[in-house]
């Protein structure tokens, strides 16, 4: 089974996102975490198979996330969402220019969230697949 | 309060999580709206980051609320969030009207969660919230000085990509005050990352600022995870590294003052891989996430630790930081309604044991039964006190709320006022802390407005300059006492007295005590006029309060001296979930009455009873205690003043009145239940009580009953 990180501050921000990713008509394990350093300590130990993150937290922001992962060979092939309010254009560019795989804007429609996280897990790396690349 | 409860099961459960995390968010932007106008008044420099956090509550009120297709609150902050950008990005500057546009907001969305769960009307909320809108237009409208761009500050670009613009502006801004720009690398174990971090930053906000956190562990051995902090400061990198107790490598400059320190090249400082390039040879390749802890654990072995060491550091990693739950109040009601109920079949068994012990053929399983009962009875209590226990929050959360109110008013009308506030630690049921606003705003509102005098009268009068308004809260046995008093004007009696006869509040010709007259102030319908206010410094409203303060069960007085000051003094119950009641009858009516404000039982003989002026009195130790009859109070038949009554003696605050009543029959357990029909708006009657087998009652308010009594009123 595929597992996905949600990672929103928001309490209420992130039942929505897990509740549409519960419906994707194909089973998922989805792990919660409420800020970025959650984030970092549940990466190593579970295979993710999608990041769904904000952009706006307190401690490290979701565009020093998305640099994490997309810096650092052990993740980088994990696609990631931004989910994020509609704010500024330039961090929205930045998520993307760091190697996010997709960008949606609150508030977002469930089955807009449900079809492209569809669409990349369907690209995601098989749990301990070997990086070919 | 039951009735708001009622109002909100129809909503969904998501809908109630939206609103409770709204109400938080708010709050966190009340503390740092008056943080940021504190700093205002002490004319210090806006703190950035206190502008940033607001900034950030209102960015997720507006994602929170169109996700809830709520448009006018989220246009509201989507405005709010502009005009913070501009603050936080030294777009502008901070003034009392951008303060003034804030409090609005915040109170009118306030309002608008309120008017979710139907407190208000809807369309007015929604012309307001356009109308604040507008104005918050018209300030960002003002004209806005240039930023500079990134380009030319001669930083590597890597350190910059992931910088969010509020993170860039705050390096330009920290630039332009000649500070340093260094980066601080360290390295953490990856499963107690956080406390070495804490402290790292923490050591580093002491002498300046933290720019932004990059958590970069290709770069660190397996098990750590390394961090680049880049920050501001104005130390040297040798002196910085020795405060945060790291090697000299472990901090280098890379802008600002100063020549730049060569960047030491290490090993570990590879330039990063561009995320398409790909270019990670077989070499490089980590090991998949998932075999990182399995080595993780083998590593730890073979360092002779305790597996089930290792295992218990993970598993406290893995929890969240806070040990606090929050429950909906809902929840905590219904927990409270079974234990009342258990406490309902408890009484049942204590009757029924009695019962068996009463017979010699069962007398010694009545005996075993009540020794069960005792001990059920003992658990019973603990289980009611920890679940009140849990209904508990402390005055605190209201009078912050108050100091905000009071450091706004200052601002806003130019007084000297001081705040004193001690007993904020003083617990109450959370339902009724959140009653208690409002009518505590208003007494205090009435203090600062009216009751303290301008600068040149305080002067004109001998007085500081600087008024007082003090707010005091203890637990006094079951009940909570909270006092605002001031050093004000204080309230001439005769003059309130005047006011009311020439309104028709108060009756021509009836002698009326100071006491009396002073509690005039609470008589409805009393004028608001300003002659009034200033002459009297109070009569605007109270009587809402009053009638507030009575919903809950409490009473309110007030004291006070011309010249000196005025005190007005809340008592209240500590819950109001389950109560004691004592029991009693009148003819074949049951009425349950609140023991916490039971004082005492007397068994009164007709000859006792005393009349003055068509009142009945009773000499108790030698102060006069009005009586009044329930058969008599709500009609029930006639009263019978040969026959001896038992007198139950009632007392709110310093008040006191005696009940005649036929019978007491004992204590019990209860729970009010609000009433529903025509027997709900009968003042004296404050709901319904289950009594198990033997049928609902009505319980007494016996702070209607006091009141009544208080102001000699007949009973209607």
């Given at each position: 089974?595929?597992?996905?990180?949600?990672?929103e501050?928001s309490?209420?921000?992130?039942?929505?996102?897990?509740?549409?990713?519960?419906?994707?008509?194909?089973?998922?394990?989805?792990?919660?975490?409420?800020?970025?350093?959650?984030?970092?300590?549940?990466?190593p130990?579970?295979?993710?198979a999608?990041?769904?993150?904000?952009?706006?937290?307190?401690?490290?922001?979701?565009?020093?996330?998305?640099?994490?992962?997309?810096?650092?060979?052990?993740?980088?092939?994990?696609?990631?969402?931004?989910?994020?309010?509609?704010g500024?254009?330039?961090?929205?560019?930045?998520?993307?220019?760091?190697?996010?795989?997709a960008?949606?804007?609150?508030?977002?429609?469930?089955?807009?969230?449900?079809?492209?996280a569809?669409?990349?897990?369907?690209?995601?790396?098989?749990?301990?697949?070997?990086?070919?690349? | 309060?039951?009735?708001?409860?009622?109002?909100?099961?129809?909503?969904?459960?998501?809908?109630?999580?939206?609103?409770?995390?709204?109400?938080?968010?708010?709050?966190?932007?009340?503390?740092?709206?008056?943080?940021l106008?504190?700093?205002?008044?002490?004319?210090?420099?806006?703190?950035?980051?206190?502008?940033?956090?607001?900034f950030?509550?209102?960015?997720?009120?507006?994602?929170?609320?169109?996700?809830?297709?709520?448009?006018?609150?989220?246009?509201l902050?989507?405005?709010?969030?502009?005009?913070?950008?501009?603050?936080?990005?030294g777009?502008?500057?901070?003034?009392k009207?951008?303060?003034?546009?804030?409090?609005?907001?915040?109170?009118?969305?306030?309002?608008?969660?309120?008017?979710?769960?139907?407190?208000?009307?809807?369309?007015?909320?929604?012309?307001?919230?356009?109308?604040?809108?507008?104005?918050?237009?018209?300030?960002?409208?003002?004209?806005?000085?240039?930023?500079?761009?990134?380009?030319?500050?001669?930083?590597?670009?890597?350190?910059?990509?992931?910088?969010?613009e509020?993170?860039?502006?705050?390096?330009?801004?920290?630039l332009?005050?000649?500070r340093?720009?260094?980066?601080?690398?360290?390295n953490?174990e990856?499963?107690?990352?956080?406390?070495?971090?804490?402290?790292?930053?923490?050591?580093?906000?002491?002498?300046?600022?933290?720019?932004?956190?990059?958590?970069?562990?290709?770069?660190?051995?397996?098990?750590?995870?390394r961090?680049?902090?880049l920050?501001?400061?104005?130390?040297?990198?040798?002196?910085?590294?020795?405060?945060?107790?790291?090697?000299?490598?472990?901090?280098?400059?890379?802008?600002?003052?100063?020549?730049?320190?060569?960047?030491?090249v290490?090993?570990?400082?590879?330039?990063?891989?561009?995320?398409?390039?790909?270019?990670?040879?077989p070499?490089?390749?980590?090991?998949?996430?998932?075999?990182?802890?399995?080595?993780?654990?083998?590593?730890?072995?073979?360092?002779?630790?305790?597996?089930?060491e290792?295992?218990?550091?993970?598993?406290?990693?893995?929890?969240?930081?806070?040990?606090?739950v929050?429950?909906?109040?809902?929840?905590?009601?219904e927990?409270m309604?079974?234990?009342?109920?258990?406490?309902?079949q408890r009484?049942?068994?204590?009757?029924?044991?009695?019962?068996?012990?009463?017979?010699?053929?069962?007398?010694?399983?009545?005996?075993?039964?009540?020794?069960?009962?005792?001990?059920?009875?003992?658990?019973?209590?603990?289980?009611?006190?920890?679940v009140?226990?849990?209904?508990?929050?402390?005055?605190?959360?209201?009078?912050d709320k108050?100091?905000?109110?009071?450091?706004?008013?200052?601002?806003?009308?130019?007084?000297?006022?001081?705040?004193?506030?001690?007993?904020?630690?003083?617990?109450?049921?959370?339902?009724?802390?959140?009653?208690?606003?409002?009518?505590?705003?208003?007494?205090?509102?009435?203090?600062?407005d009216h009751?303290?005098?301008?600068?040149?009268?305080?002067a004109?009068?001998?007085k500081?300059?600087?008024?007082?308004?003090?707010?005091?809260?203890?637990?006094?046995?079951?009940?909570?006492?909270?006092?605002?008093?001031?050093?004000?004007?204080?309230?001439?009696?005769?003059?309130?007295?005047?006011?009311?006869?020439?309104?028709?509040?108060?009756?021509?010709?009836?002698?009326?005590?100071?006491?009396?007259?002073?509690?005039?102030?609470?008589?409805?319908?009393?004028s608001?006029?300003?002659?009034?206010?200033?002459?009297?410094?109070?009569?605007?409203?109270?009587?809402?309060?009053?009638?507030?303060?009575?919903?809950?069960?409490?009473?309110?007085?007030?004291?006070?001296?011309?010249?000196?000051?005025?005190?007005?003094?809340?008592?209240l119950?500590?819950?109001?979930?389950?109560?004691?009641?004592?029991i009693v009858s009148?003819?074949?009516?049951?009425?349950?009455?609140?023991?916490?404000?039971?004082?005492?039982?007397?068994?009164?003989?007709?000859?006792?009873i005393?009349?003055?002026?068509?009142?009945?009195?009773?000499?108790?130790?030698?102060?006069?205690?009005?009586?009044?009859?329930?058969?008599?109070?709500?009609?029930?038949?006639?009263?019978?003043?040969?026959?001896?009554?038992?007198?139950?003696?009632?007392?709110?605050?310093?008040?006191?009145?005696?009940?005649?009543v036929?019978?007491l029959?004992?204590?019990?357990?209860?729970?009010?239940?609000?009433?529903?029909?025509p027997v709900?708006?009968?003042?004296?009657?404050?709901?319904?009580?289950?009594?198990?087998?033997?049928?609902?009652?009505?319980v007494?308010?016996?702070?209607a009953?006091?009141?009544?009594a208080?102001r000699g009123?007949?009973?209607?």
């Amino acid at each position: 089974m595929q597992s996905i990180l949600v990672v929103e501050d928001s309490a209420t921000m992130r039942s929505l996102i897990t509740q549409a990713l519960e419906d994707l008509g194909r089973p998922a394990k989805i792990d919660e975490a409420e800020n970025g350093f959650e984030a970092l300590r549940l990466l190593p130990r579970v295979p993710y198979a999608l990041i769904v993150t904000d952009i706006n937290m307190p401690d490290i922001n979701g565009l020093e996330l998305v640099s994490f992962v997309k810096q650092n060979d052990a993740y980088r092939r994990i696609p990631l969402i931004i989910v994020s309010t509609e704010g500024s254009e330039r961090d929205r560019d930045r998520g993307l220019e760091l190697g996010a795989d997709a960008y949606l804007i609150k508030p977002f429609e469930p089955d807009q969230l449900r079809q492209v996280a569809l669409e990349l897990l369907d690209r995601a790396p098989a749990p301990g697949a070997e990086d070919s690349t | 309060m039951t009735a708001r409860r009622r109002r909100r099961t129809g909503q969904t459960k998501a809908h109630r999580e939206f609103v409770s995390e709204a109400e938080e968010i708010l709050e966190r932007m009340r503390d740092e709206l008056s943080e940021l106008a504190e700093g205002a008044q002490e004319g210090s420099e806006t703190d950035p980051d206190v502008v940033n956090r607001l900034f950030r509550s209102a960015h997720s009120l507006k994602g929170l609320s169109g996700m809830f297709g709520l448009e006018g609150m989220s246009e509201l902050a989507h405005h709010l969030e502009d005009v913070l950008d501009r603050l936080r990005m030294g777009r502008a500057a901070l003034d009392k009207q951008a303060l003034a546009l804030f409090d609005e907001s915040v109170t009118l969305i306030a309002d608008t969660l309120g008017g979710l769960e139907g407190e208000g009307a809807r369309g007015e909320t929604e012309e307001a919230i356009a109308a604040l809108i507008e104005r918050i237009d018209a300030w960002t409208h003002t004209p806005e000085p240039e930023t500079g761009e990134m380009d030319g500050l001669g930083l590597d670009p890597t350190l910059l990509r992931a910088l969010t613009e509020y993170e860039e502006h705050r390096l330009r801004e920290n630039l332009r005050r000649g500070r340093r720009i260094q980066v601080v690398e360290a390295n953490f174990e990856i499963l107690a990352f956080e406390e070495g971090l804490a402290e790292v930053s923490g050591a580093i906000r002491e002498v300046g600022e933290v720019l932004s956190t990059l958590p970069s562990p290709g770069e660190a051995p397996e098990s750590q995870i390394r961090f680049s902090l880049l920050c501001a400061t104005e130390l040297e990198p040798a002196a910085l590294a020795g405060r945060l107790g790291l090697e000299a490598e472990a901090v280098r400059q890379v802008g600002g003052a100063g020549p730049p320190a060569a960047a030491p090249v290490r090993e570990a400082q590879a330039p990063r891989t561009e995320p398409d390039a790909g270019v990670a040879g077989p070499a490089a390749e980590p090991a998949p996430p998932h075999e990182t802890l399995a080595r993780e654990l083998a590593e730890g072995a073979e360092a002779e630790l305790d597996p089930a060491e290792v295992a218990a550091v993970e598993r406290a990693s893995l929890k969240s930081i806070s040990d606090t739950v929050r429950v909906d109040i809902r929840k905590l009601d219904e927990l409270m309604n079974l234990v009342g109920e258990l406490a309902i079949q408890r009484g049942a068994l204590k009757a029924l044991a009695a019962r068996l012990a009463a017979d010699a053929r069962t007398a010694r399983l009545g005996v075993d039964l009540e020794k069960l009962h005792k001990g059920l009875d003992r658990k019973l209590q603990e289980l009611q006190s920890a679940v009140l226990e849990v209904r508990m929050v402390p005055l605190r959360q209201v009078f912050d709320k108050l100091a905000r109110v009071v450091r706004r008013l200052r601002l806003d009308m130019d007084k000297e006022v001081r705040l004193e506030i001690s007993g904020a630690d003083t617990e109450l049921d959370k339902l009724i802390v959140e009653e208690l606003a409002d009518p505590l705003m208003h007494v205090v509102r009435n203090a600062f407005d009216h009751a303290i005098e301008s600068g040149e009268e305080r002067a004109a009068a001998g007085k500081a300059a600087e008024g007082l308004i003090r707010m005091e809260a203890y637990q006094r046995g079951n009940d909570v006492v909270i006092a605002v008093s001031d050093d004000g004007r204080g309230i001439d009696p005769d003059a309130v007295h005047a006011r009311a006869l020439a309104q028709g509040v108060a009756a021509e010709g009836i002698e009326m005590s100071r006491r009396e007259k002073l509690d005039l102030v609470f008589a409805p319908g009393l004028s608001t006029r300003t002659e009034v206010t200033e002459t009297s410094g109070r009569g605007v409203g109270m009587d809402v309060v009053r009638s507030n303060i009575a919903t809950l069960g409490g009473i309110v007085d007030v004291e006070s001296a011309v010249g000196r000051g005025t005190t007005i003094t809340m008592t209240l119950p500590i819950t109001l979930a389950i109560i004691q009641a004592l029991i009693v009858s009148v003819g074949e009516d049951r009425f349950a009455i609140p023991l916490n404000s039971v004082r005492e039982t007397l068994l009164v003989e007709p000859a006792e009873i005393q009349r003055s002026e068509g009142r009945e009195l009773l000499n108790l130790r030698g102060e006069a205690l009005p009586l009044r009859r329930l058969v008599e109070e709500f009609q029930l038949g006639r009263a019978d003043r040969e026959a001896k009554h038992y007198a139950v003696v009632l007392g709110i605050g310093d008040a006191r009145m005696g009940l005649l009543v036929d019978e007491l029959e004992g204590q019990q357990d209860t729970v009010i239940k609000p009433i529903q029909g025509p027997v709900r708006h009968v003042r004296g009657i404050a709901g319904a009580t289950e009594l198990g087998e033997q049928g609902a009652v009505l319980v007494l308010d016996v702070s209607a009953l006091v009141e009544d009594a208080m102001r000699g009123k007949e009973a209607a």
